[in-house]
Nanobody
Framework: QAYLVESGGGSVQAGGSLRLTCAVS????????MSWFRQAPGKEREFVAG????????DCGDSVKGRFTISRDNAKATLYLQMNTLKPEDTAVYYC???????????????????WGQGTQVTVSS
């Protein structure tokens, strides 16, 4: 069973940066496409960014394009989310998630994901 543990959240002023990390305690880390989601109070969980396990192809939500970058280090079994030019509307709990590469479906399809982390809080003040 995979265990995903997020870290790196915190409080930052608008315009600042944070780097989230998701450590995967399962081996192998391969064969799993990885994503970041976020959930703000009173809102549904939203897809932020995803990355394939083999080619490293990425995709991200429209609200974070040009500001957030997803990456992964398969040797370290770690997923990252570099968040720049943060806005107050980025405030949310951020979750990493894993799904088997051949599970199909859209990145944003939450039902396709097999494992979720516990989340890390990101708060952006104006």
């Amino acid at each position: 069973q995979a265990y995903l543990v997020e870290s790196g959240g915190g409080s930052v002023q608008a315009g600042g940066s944070l780097r989230l990390t998701c450590a995967v305690s399962r081996r192998p880390f391969t064969n799993y496409d990885m994503s970041w989601f976020r959930q703000a109070p009173g809102k549904e969980r939203e897809f932020v960014a995803g990355i394939t396990w083999n080619t490293g192809r990425t995709d991200c939500g429209d609200s974070v394009k040009g500001r957030f970058t997803i990456s992964r280090d398969n040797a370290k079994a770690t997923l990252y989310l570099q968040m720049n030019t943060l806005k107050p509307e980025d405030t949310a709990v951020y979750y990493c998630a894993a799904k088997l590469a051949w599970s199909g479906g859209a990145w944003a399809d939450k039902d396709r994901y097999d494992y979720w982390g516990q989340g890390t809080q990101v708060t952006v003040s104006s």
